[in-house]
C-alpha cells in the first residue's frame, strides 16, 4: 500500500505542485500564500494523497515513521509538496504531539481542525537571545498560576507559520519546569510580529517574532501535565527531525536528478559533462550521500515505530543528513554551472530552502555536544 | 600611500556604502541601480577613493596588482563598494584590456570615458550551451570581413552590466581563430535580452542574454590584432581573477568580524559562544582560510607586477580562494544560528554573492584540469 | 542467537586475541604466523565462536550476510581477530564463492579443508601493471586448452595470503571471456614469490607477487563453467567487500573508544579532553561515521540475504566505509596526541590496517567511476 | 647564492642521501642511526650543503628564515636529507635558541660543537601527562635553588633525538615562572629511558623518556635569565614551526612527485590514469595545497625575519601546512594504487613521517585555539 501511495505522490507532485513551485520559483508567498494552500490542499484530497501521516481515524492514512519515509521524500521533491500534502513543519509535528498528549476535547478543538487542513498551528517555543534556542534551559517566557488557568507572558521569534496560525501551543516556565499551553490564535495578548527575512521562501505563515502579554489559558488549555513540556518536546523533536530528513531528502534528490540530466545533455570538451571525472566524482559523492542519509533516517525510524525514543540515533541522523543534503545541492549547483547559479533551475530555490536545515531543529554543533557526550558516557562506562 | 587609501577606502565604506547597502539588503537593484551607482561613485570622487586601478593619466590612483589587493579588498567589504569604488567586474577589467590593447582612437572613444565611469561597459565572451564556456574552444559567435569591417552574429549569455551598458567588447571566431570587437550598445543589431536570474545581486546592469545580429563593426572596431582575441582574452583574465578575489575577501572577512562579534555577544551554555571549542574551530579555519587566500594571492599579483602570465598561480589562487570564500561565509552564517540565515545580519546576501564565484571566472573544475595538466607536463618533464 | 554469538566473540577477542595483538603490535608474522594462526584459531574452536559464516554441513555457524554483520565487527575489534576466527580475506570470500559454484569433488577436496582451517588459500585475480587490477578487463594471465585440462600462464601480484597457501582459485583469459581454475599450490610451475612490502602487517601469508608457468589444470579444476570468470568474480566481490567493512568497523570502533578513554582521563586546560568542542566534535564525528557506515553495510547485506546481486549497494557501502574508517582512526590518533602516534596505544596499527582499504577491492576512485555511471543510465532512463 | 645552494641541495640529495632512503625505506636507525648521521655530514659538508642556517662565523651559510625555506625544503625532499644537512629537529632549533640567548661561554661549551654537528643536542620541554604538552602552564619539572646553582628533578617524554645527544636544554619550573637550563648528557641524574615507539623513524636518536634526579645545574647553566623559559620557548617555537614545515613540503612535494609521474606512466581504462578526471583533482588539489602551504610559509618567514614575533602567522602557517601536507601524502598515496601503500615507492614511508606533525610543534587544536582566541580580541577590538 505504501509503495503505491509513494507512486502517486509522485504523480501529483509531478502534475499539480510542481508546475506551480516552477512559476513562482519556489517562493509559496509568491505563489499565493495560505490560498496557495487551500488550493493545493484540495487536489491533494481529491489524488488520495493527503496527510499520509495523520491516524486513520481522523481522516489521513495512518502510516507510521518507516512508511512515511519514502512518501515524505516524493512530497519533499517539490519544495511547495509538504504544504500540499498537509505534511510541514510545524503542523506536522504538532498533529503527532497532540495526537499523543491532548485530551479529548483538545482533539476536538484543536487537533481535528488541524488534521483536516482547516486551519493551521504554530509551535511557540524558540525566543529571542538570550533565551531558549538551542539551550532550551535558557527559557524566558513565563505562565504565572491564577484562578482557573495561566497567565503567560513573554516574547518569541522564529515561530513558523505564525501569520496566518489558527492557533498554538507556546512552552513556559513554571515553578517546577516547563508547560505546554493551548492558545487560540485570537486570544487576547497573541500578538504576531514581523516575519524573519530569512533565506527559505516555502513556509506558509513565515517564521514570526510573537508576544504573549497576559495571555490567559484556561486549565483546559494545559497541554499534558503541568511541568512536563521539556519532555514533550522530546516527544515531539525526535519524529520532527525525522520527517524534515524525509522532505529535504526529496529536494536533494531533485537537485541531484536536475544536475544529472543536464550533465548527461551538455557537451564538453569532445564529450558529455557527465562522462568527465570530476563531474562523475561529484555525481557518486551526491548518491553516497543520499543513501547514506536514507539509511540512518530508516534506522532511525524503526526505532521510533518500535516505541523507543532514540534520542541519539535522530541526532545522528539529523546532523548527518542536514549536512549532505547540503552538499548534495551545491555539488548539484555546481555540475550546472552558470545555470546551477540561476533560478533557470530549480538548485538555487532548493539550496535557499535546505541551508538552514543546519540550524533549525537544532544546529549541528549542537547535536554534536549531544552526540559526544552520550559517547562518553556510553564508552566509559562500558 | 597605499596605506592611507586602505583606510580611507575603509572609512568610505563604512560612512557611506555600508547604510545603502543594510537598507536594501545586498540588492543594488532594490537601491536603485544605475542611479545608485551615480550618486555613489560622485561620494567615492569627493572621498578621493574612487578608481584606485586606474591609470593616473586617466584620473585614477593608478595601483598595481599588489597595491590593489588591500583597497579592493576594503571595498569589498560591502557588496556594493566595487560599484562605488568604479572597480566591479566587467568595467575593471576592461578598463585594464583597453588600456594594454587599444588604439589611441579607441582609448578617446571607449576608455577615457569608461575609466571616469562616465559610461559602464560590457564584455560579451559567453555563450549559451553548447557554444563558448569552460570550454572557449566552442566559441560560435562569428565575424565575417566585409567591405571596411566585419559583420558580427551569435548569441551570448551571462553578459555581466548588459543592460544599460554603453558598449561592449565582443569575441567572436574569425577565419584564423578569434578576434574581439568594440561596439556601441546602441549599434544596430545589437539586442541586451533578459536577465539570467542569478542569485547574486550586486551588479549593476545584471547578467543577460544577448544578441548580435549582423552588427557591422568598422575595421577601426577591432581591439588589438585580428585572430588574436584568445591570447587578450588571457591578459584580461589573469588580473581579472585577482581582482575577484580581492573584492570577495572583503565580502567574506565583513561575514567573518560580524559572526565573531555576534559570538562574542552571545551567552550560551553558561559562557560566550566564542569560547565554546566548536565556535572557535569555525572563527580559526575562517581566519586560517582568508590568510592562505591573501597568500596566494599576494604571491600571483607579485608575478603580475613583474609582468609575467602566471596562468598558474592565478588558477590556483582563484580556485583556491573561491572555495576558501565560500566556506568562511558558511560557517561565519553557521556561527549565527537563525539570525545567519536571516537578513538581519548581511551574512546571507554575502554568501548569495560569492557561492557563484565558484562558478564565474571559470568554475573550479575547468581550473583543476588546468592546474593538473600542467603539473603533469612540468613534472614529468622534470 | 547471533547475540549470543556477538557476546561471546567480544568475550574470545578480549580475552584470547587482544593479549597477542598488543604484545606483537598487530604484527601477524612477528606473532608468529601460521603458528598463532592455528593456535588462535583451536582457541575459536573451544571457544564456540570458530568459523561463523561457514555453513552449518560445514562445520560452522550458518549466518546470513545480516548476522554476520555484528559478529564479524566484534572479532574485527583485534586486527588478529579475523584470522583467529577464520573469517579473514581470501579464506572468508573463497568459502562462499566455492560454496556457490564448486562441485561435489571440488567440495570435498578443496572446500571441507578450508572450512575446517585445515589449509589456507588463495584468489589470484590481480595483475602487476598493466594487468588486471582496477580494470579487470585488462586481464593477461591467459589458460590455452590441451587434452584433458588447461595451461595457465601468467603473473599475478597483491595475492593476498599466498605463502602457506593450500591452493589457489587463478583467474586467467579463456577464449570466450575468463575462467576460475582451481590448483594445488604444490602444482607443477606455481611460484610464490616476494611479499609485497605493504603497510598492514595483519595477514597471515602476506600480499605476494606469483608466478604460474605451464601450470596444468585438469577439466576437474575448472570452477564453474568455463568463460563465466568475470561473473563469478562478482559472486565473490559484493560480499567479500562487505565482510572487509565489518572487520574494519571494529578496528574503527577500537580506536573511537580508545581515544574516548584517553580523553575522558586526560585532565587538560581546567577540564578532561573529553569535554572541550574540538575533543567533542571529533568525537561526535566519529560516532557519526561508525553509524552511518553501519546503516549503509547493514541496508546492502539486507539485499545480499535477499538474493540481489545489489552491485550498487555494495559499491555505495564499501566506498563511504572505507573512507568513514579512516577518518574514525586519524580523528582517534589526533585525539590522543602524541601517544596516538606510538604504539603504546592500538591505534597506529590499527591505522596501518585501515589505510589500505580504501585501495583494496577496488580504489574509491574505481568505485566512484561505477556508482556514477549507474545513476546517469537510472536517471536519464526515468 | 640562495638559488645555487637550493640547486646544489637538490643535486646533493639525489645523489647521496635518497640512495641510503630507499635502501633502508627512510628508517635512520636501520641505515645505521648516528654512524649513518657523520657519514652523510661529512658528504654534505664537502659538497658545500651543510648547515645552511649555521651563522657564518660558525662555519655556516647564516640564511635568515625566507632564504632557509627552499633550501629546507630541497632537504627535506627525503626524509633523511635534514639530517644530512643538520638541520634537523631538535638541533636546528636549539642552534637558533642558543645563538640568541647564550652566554658566551655557552657558545663555545655547547652551541659551536652543536654547530659543527659534533654533537647532538636536546630539548627537554615535553612532559608525560598530566605535566607540560599542549599546555606549558602544567609544568612538573622543578629546578630548586642551591649553593651555586639548581638542583632539576623531574620526568620527561617525547624527547626528540635524546638517546645518544651530548647535551639537554631542559625547562624546569622555578620560583617566578619556568627556566631554561642547560645540562650534559652525562651530568649525574640525567637518564634517557626508552624510546617511545612512534610511527615517525626518520630522527637520530628517536623520542625518548628521561628522568632528571637531582641533577645539579651551576649557575653558569642557566640558558638566558631565571623565570624567563616560557618567554624564550616562543623564540625557539615560532621559527622551529617554520622550518619543520620547509622540511616536510619537500617530503611532500616528493610523494606528489612520485605519484604524477607514476599516474603519467601508468595506463587505465584506455588512457593514461593522469588524464582520468579524478586523478586530476587530486593532482591539482595536491598543486593548491603545496601553493597554499608555501604561501603561509613565506609570509610567516618574512615577518621573523623583519624581527617580528609572528605568532599568529606561524601558527597559521603550521597548521595549514601540517594539514595540507598529510592531505598532499594521503592523495599521492591513493593515486598510486596497491603500489602507495607499499614500501615500493617511498609514500608510505614519507607518510609515517608526516602524520606525526599535526600533532608536534602544538596539535592543530591547540593552534586553532590560540588563532580563535586572538581573532576574538582583535574583532571585538576593532
Same mark, same amino acid.
Given at each position: 500500500?505504501?509503495?503505491?501511495l509513494?507512486?502517486r505522490t509522485?504523480?501529483f507532485?509531478?502534475?499539480?505542485v ?21 488550493r ?9 494523497v493527503?496527510a499520509?501521516?495523520?491516524p486513520?481515524? #481522523?481522516?489521513?492514512?495512518?502510516l507510521g515513521?518507516?512508511d ?5 521524500e ?5 519544495v511547495?509538496?509538504?504544504v500540499?500534502l498537509?505534511i510541514?513543519?510545524?503542523?506536522e509535528g504538532?498533529?503527532h504531539l ?6 479529548a476535547?483538545?482533539r ?6 488541524l488534521?483536516?487542513?482547516d486551519?493551521?498551528s504554530g ?5 529571542p ?16 498560576q ?15 507559520g505564525?501569520?496566518?496560525?489558527g492557533f498554538?501551543?507556546?512552552m ?14 485570537d486570544a487576547?495578548?497573541?500578538?504576531v510580529g514581523r516575519?524573519?527575512?530569512t533565506m ?9 517574532e510573537?508576544?504573549f ?8 488549555g494545559?497541554?499534558g501535565?503541568?511541568d512536563e513540556?521539556?519532555?514533550y518536546?522530546?516527544?515531539r523533536?525526535g519524529p ?5 530528513v524525509m522532505?529535504?531528502?526529496?529536494a536533494?534528490r531533485r ?6 540530466r543536464y ?8 564529450t558529455?559533462?557527465?562522462e ?5 566524482q561529484a555525481?557518486a559523492?551526491n548518491e553516497?550521500? #543520499? ?6 533516517l ?6 521510533l515505530d518500535a516505541?523507543?525514543r532514540a534520542?541519539?540515533e ?9 549536512e ?6 551545491d555539488r548539484?549547483?555546481q555540475l550546472?554551472?552558470?545555470m ?11 539550496a ?8 533549525y531543529d537544532?544546529?549541528s ?5 549531544s ?8 564508552i566509559t562506562a562500558?
Amino acid at each position: 500500500m505504501t509503495q503505491d501511495l509513494v507512486a502517486r505522490t509522485r504523480d501529483f507532485i509531478a502534475e499539480h505542485v510542481i508546475p506551480v513551485e516552477e512559476e513562482f520559483r519556489g517562493d509559496v508567498t509568491a505563489a499565493g500564500g495560505d490560498a496557495a494552500r487551500i488550493r493545493l490542499q484540495a487536489l491533494a484530497r481529491d489524488a488520495g494523497v493527503f496527510a499520509p501521516h495523520v491516524p486513520v481515524e #481522523l481522516g489521513g492514512h495512518g502510516l507510521g515513521m518507516v512508511d512515511r519515509a519514502p512518501v515524505f521524500e516524493e512530497a519533499g521533491y517539490s519544495v511547495l509538496g509538504p504544504v500540499a500534502l498537509h505534511i510541514g513543519a510545524p503542523d506536522e509535528g504538532n498533529v503527532h504531539l497532540l495526537n499523543e498528549v491532548a485530551t479529548a476535547e483538545q482533539r476536538l478543538r484543536f487537533l481535528e481542525p488541524l488534521a483536516r487542513g482547516d486551519v493551521r498551528s504554530g509551535f511557540a517555543m524558540t525566543e529571542p537571545a538570550p533565551g531558549a534556542g538551542s539551550d532550551p534551559a535558557a527559557l524566558r517566557t513565563e505562565a504565572r498560576q491564577v484562578e482557573g488557568g495561566w497567565v503567560v507572558n513573554g516574547e518569541k521569534k522564529f515561530i513558523t507559520g505564525a501569520d496566518g496560525a489558527g492557533f498554538f501551543i507556546v512552552m513556559a516556565r513554571t515553578p517546577g519546569g516547563a508547560t505546554m499551553f493551548l492558545t487560540d490564535a485570537d486570544a487576547e495578548g497573541v500578538e504576531v510580529g514581523r516575519h524573519v527575512p530569512t533565506m527559505d521562501r516555502s513556509m506558509v505563515g513565515g517564521h514570526c517574532e510573537m508576544t504573549f502579554r497576559d495571555v490567559f489559558v484556561p486549565d483546559a488549555g494545559v497541554l499534558g501535565a503541568v511541568d512536563e513540556g521539556f519532555r514533550y518536546a522530546q516527544v515531539r523533536l525526535g519524529p520532527a527531525r525525522m520527517t524534515h530528513v524525509m522532505r529535504w531528502l526529496g529536494a536533494a534528490r531533485r537537485a541531484h536528478e536536475v544536475a544529472v540530466r543536464y550533465a548527461a545533455g551538455r557537451e564538453a570538451f569532445g564529450t558529455t559533462l557527465s562522462e568527465l571525472g570530476m563531474a562523475q566524482q561529484a555525481i557518486a559523492d551526491n548518491e553516497i550521500d #543520499l543513501e547514506a542519509s536514507r539509511a540512518l533516517l530508516m534506522r532511525a525510524c524503526t526505532l521510533l515505530d518500535a516505541g523507543e525514543r532514540a534520542s541519539r540515533e535522530t541526532s545522528i541522523a539529523k546532523t548527518f543528513a542536514a549536512e549532505a543534503i547540503d552538499r548534495v545541492v551545491d555539488r548539484s549547483m555546481q555540475l550546472c554551472g552558470g545555470m546551477g547559479v540561476s533560478d533557470d533551475l530549480p538548485i538555487a530555490w532548493i539550496a535557499r530552502e535546505v541551508r538552514p536545515f543546519r540550524v533549525y531543529d537544532g544546529p549541528s554543533e549542537v547535536h554534536r555536544w549531544s552526540i559526544a557526550r552520550r559517547a562518553v558516557r556510553r564508552i566509559t562506562a562500558g
